[in-house]
């Protein structure tokens, strides 16, 4: 088991070098001279000396694995340059808009995970009853719509017409309900039909009839026996879902006038600022890695076959 | 009535009505889109602004005073046909490589497949994004992104197929019979690989609209004057507290869409391969064949 963990811990690494040599690449093949587009940033007049100037400031005509290994070194260290935009350090603006996409998604996960569960379990508990019903609409439905348009229906609904919750801007817990509903119910009604059909495989498996027979109630083999065996498919659905939670990010967070990461990724898109543009890419990537590394063992942990193998 | 009308009609019915409609509407809107807008999507009129809906303005105006109908119908052209050229685009190449990278196999097809899943466990959007920041704004950039974020999954596909069918016999009967490997590619793994290939393109097409609205919702993608649902949307945010109308139309007018190429690709899929069963059919479906042979056998 120890062992096992460890080697998913060493190709994680592996894949974050791998994940850096693919953000750090994007400089690389920058059409035009990256000098030249940096000068113009800068000031409105560019001379050939100034963009000369700006190629020896920034190495620019250095090797590329070298420049490179420069830029690694330095982001192990913490430092990720600066903004060509607004000559602020990357790292330092990164830390300081973490803390809303964090709030953002780890909130959105959570709501994800309340709502698909909960309908999947009430589903269960109930079959073929409304909650069902309510399970398969919702799917189509997610499957389907746009997240800004859920988030916008979400803000009138309770931001306008029965004016309950703040729908702008970060300040305090009330602020962050509805960001975070908006991100998790999308993923959240997907993933309460996947969990529902997988408690529908585990309840018709023959165990169950077993135990049916043994004179044990309905509700008791659900909760202990059906439950745990459907949870490693939904955690590995959920982490899906989890980990693409950055993208729906990219679209909530200007909704709300979050300035998170998502944004900040996003303003570096349309500015064309580089040195943000890979940080950012640099950040996802090691965020995908880790959830997929967490998945891997949370799935261990919980699988009742694989524990049991443990114990024998 | 001719057959091939029964047998289109049969087709239609086992794809399902509903989706049928919506796309279709959504491609009659698309081709005869200068022709059914009552007005210019562009044409703007102040004294006529943020109406509601009303005989002159049948789905009322935006901000600008520009009509909301017309505007709809505009931007569904805009949307299907950057639909189209992305998917061609990215069909085309996708599967120039996974075919190449099946057929030749070995380190070339390790590299292409490893770095095809080094771009696949990224969202495409963020591709997307991290492609319009290097190549910059506009229509024709914005095309190049989606390409290259979408190349990927058509190349996995085909190279499955291909990889699965080149060592069929078939195929290793007509290399021992003189086939030129031109001829098997273009002949015989190319339409192998197509199928699935289609089937794929008509969900993805779905998904597609929906990156492309969130792109223009962004403001990185489609850019006014040229009308799109994401666009719309984006315009009328602000007005979001007195005019939802001018929201919630766009917006459907996309659910509806991806919605439509989502259950029209679904139906496909499942008309194309084998159906995936779930236990429980699948144990009912052997105590039927068992009583069936029972029976037989007493008989």
């Known amino acids: 088991m120890a062992q096992v963990a460890l080697r998913r811990l060493l190709s994680a690494l592996i894949l974050v070098a791998v994940a850096s040599v693919a953000c750090f690449s994007i400089v690389a093949v920058f059409p035009g001279n990256v000098a030249r587009v940096i000068a113009e940033m800068r000031s409105s007049t560019v001379s050939d000396e100034i963009v000369k100037q700006i190629e020896v400031q920034y190495g620019l005509k250095d090797p590329v694995p070298l420049r490179y290994l420069r830029w690694a070194g330095r982001a192990v260290r913490g430092d990720l340059g600066e903004s060509l935009r607004t000559g602020q350090p990357v790292a330092k603006d990164l830390v300081r808009r973490a803390p809303l996409t964090v709030i953002l998604i780890l909130g959105g996960g959570a709501f994800t995970l309340v709502m698909g569960m909960g309908l999947a379990f009430l589903g269960a508990l ?55 509903i908006s991100i998790g119910i999308i993923p959240g009604s997907i993933l309460s039909r996947v ?33 745990p065996n459907a949870l490693p498919v939904t955690i590995n659905a959920f982490a899906m879902h989890f980990a693409f939670m950055v993208q729906a990010a990219l679209v909530i967070e200007p909704i709300f006038a979050w300035q998170g990461i998502a944004a900040y990724f996003v303003e570096a898109v349309r500015f064309r600022d580089y040195q943000v543009l890979q940080s950012c890419l640099l950040v996802f990537c090691v965020f995908f890695i880790l959830v997929n590394l967490s998945v891997d063992l949370i ?14 | 009535m001719p057959a091939w009308f029964d047998a289109a009609l049969s087709f239609a019915c086992r794809l399902g009505w509903p989706a049928i409609l919506v796309v279709a509407i959504d491609l009659v809107l698309a081709l005869f889109a200068q022709h059914l807008t009552p007005y210019s999507p562009t044409a703007q009129d102040l004294m006529s602004a943020n109406q509601t809906f009303s005989a002159a303005h049948l789905l009322g105006t935006d901000h600008l005073g520009r009509d909301t109908l017309s505007r709809l119908i505009a931007g569904s052209q805009t949307t299907l046909v950057a639909v189209a050229v992305v998917v061609v685009l990215a069909m085309l190449i996708g599967v120039v490589i996974g075919t190449i990278s099946g057929y030749v196999g070995g380190w070339l097809d390790e590299i ?21 920041g290097i190549f910059g704004l506009g229509y024709w950039n914005m095309v190049a992104a989606l390409t290259i974020a979408w190349i990927p999954s058509y190349a996995r596909i085909t190279r499955g197929v291909v990889v699965a069918t080149v060592h069929q016999p078939h195929i290793e009967s007509l290399w021992v019979l003189g086939a030129s490997r031109t001829r098997l590619i273009a002949f ?15 969900v993805d097409a779905g998904v597609l609209a ?27 945010m602000p007005y979001l507290d007195f005019s939802p109308r001018q929201i919630v139309l766009p917006g459907l007018a996309l659910t509806l869409t991806v919605a439509g190429f989502n259950y029209l690709g679904e139906r496909l899929a499942s008309l194309d391969a084998p159906r995936a069963i779930s236990g429980r059919t699948l144990r009912k479906r052997l105590a039927t064949a068992q009583r069936l042979l029972v029976s037989r056998t007493m008989q």
């Open chain 1, 299 to 312: 799935s261990m942990a919980l699988d009742p076959k694989q524990s049991r193998q443990r114990l024998a």
């Open chain 1, 195 to 227: 969990a529902r059909v997988a408690l529908a495989e585990e309840m018709s498996r023959q165990y169950v009839v077993t135990a049916i027979s043994k004179g044990l109630p309905r509700r008791r083999i659900l909760v202990h026996d059906a439950l």
């Open chain 2, 188 to 202: 015989h793994l190319l339409p192998a690989a197509l199928r699935s290939i289609l089937v794929y393109a008509s």
């Open chain 2, 112 to 132: 292409v497949m490893r770095s095809v899943d080094f771009m696949l466990s990224v969202p495409s959007l963020i591709v997307a994004l991290a492609m319009i």
């Open chain 1, 126 to 180: 109930w079959s073929d009853s409304v909650i069902d019903r309510i399970i398969h609409v919702l799917s189509l439905i997610g499957a389907s719509a746009p997240k800004f348009f859920i988030a916008a229906l979400l803000v009138y609904l309770f931001g306008v017409v029965f004016r309950i919750l703040p729908t702008y801007g970060f300040a305090g817990p009330a602020s962050w309900i509805l960001p975070c």
């Open chain 2, 210 to 236: 929906l990156a492309i609205a969130t792109l223009s919702f962004l403001g990185l993608g489609i850019q006014p004057p040229m009308s799109e649902w994401g666009e719309m949307f984006v315009d009328a």
